[in-house]
């Protein structure tokens, strides 16, 4: 078993499978009617759901509710597991969440998998599927997202960040490409994601360059590519958010 569709039509309450899809590839808007468990073990991904956008790598995972509409680019080849979880496990409904993966939930996961999907949920099975979902639930959430905006004006203008986010246009620039005035467009943009357009521009850049980064691109390309006169002013932005050099993202990747 390998893709979704291979999943037969009434699979056991914890049903995964490994996949590998190559750098490029969309997997487009969509939803399943379970909530789902990823956990990435080789290259990078950008998982966008309707109001936010997740950048991750190996070691880490994500989980979506049950009908949840997502998608998925992979920056780069991608190596993954996935785990469809039924509802009727799940205590309390939990939100959508980036996390490093234990290596609990990594045995339980794999056990899970090991089992393909025609198995049935005796004790032992039983005592795995409950135990996975405490673990996805005691999981620390990862604050690194991108949030977007509902507003469709201010939600073109996002879109068409993240398609160029080395982009250089000013403020008043983009308020006029929203057809706002520039107070209302920074007030209403303050509103929708709880920070400034220039924060905003900010966290995304450096959320792509995580990903760029991860994916082995040199450091000096990455820094101008997003817009930065120098490769240090890039890494002092980078240290401040997340608290290490970009070489040091790149020795852990």
């Known amino acids: 078993m390998k893709r979704t569709a291979d999943l037969p039509l ?19 808007f969509h939803t399943h009617n379970r909530g789902q468990l990823s956990i990435f073990q080789a290259g990078t991904v950008t998982v966008n759901t309707h ?3 997740f950048v991750l790598s190996p ?9 949840t509409l997502h998608e998925a680019i992979c920056r780069t080849d991608l190596r ?36 393909q999907y025609d198995f049935a949920m005796d004790s032992r099975m039983s005592a795995i ?20 905006p509902a507003d469709q004006r ?12 080395g982009d250089t246009h000013d403020i ?46 040199p450091i000096a390309q990455v820094a101008f590519d997003l817009g930065y006169d120098s490769a240090s002013s890039f890494s002092a932005m980078f240290h401040r958010t997340f608290g290490a050099a970009p070489s040091t993202l790149r020795t852990q990747a």
């Open 59 to 67: 070691g880490q995972g994500m989980w979506l509710p049950a009908h």
């Open 172 to 217: 008043d620039f983009w308020a006029k490409e929203a057809g706002m005035a520039r107070r209302t467009f920074t007030r209403l943009f303050q509103q929708e994601i709880g920070m400034g357009f220039a924060l905003w521009r900010r966290r995304l850049r450096v959320l792509e360059a995580a990903s760029r980064i991860t994916a082995g691109q």
């Open 80 to 115: 993954f597991q996935v785990v469809y979880v039924d509802p009727t496990l799940m205590q309390t409904e939990l939100p959508c969440k980036m996390f490093d993966v234990s290596s609990l939930m990594q045995g339980l996961v794999d056990e899970v998998i090991a089992m």
């Open 10 to 28: 009434n699979p056991p309450p914890v049903v995964g499978f490994s996949d590998y899809y190559a750098g490029g590839f969309v997997d487009r």
């Open 154 to 165: 201010l939600r073109r203008v996002c879109d068409a960040i993240i398609a160029q986010p």
């Open 129 to 148: 599927a409950h135990l996975l979902v405490e673990e996805i639930s005691r999981a620390p959430r990862i604050a690194e997202r991108l949030l977007l």
């Open 51 to 53: 109001n936010s956008s």
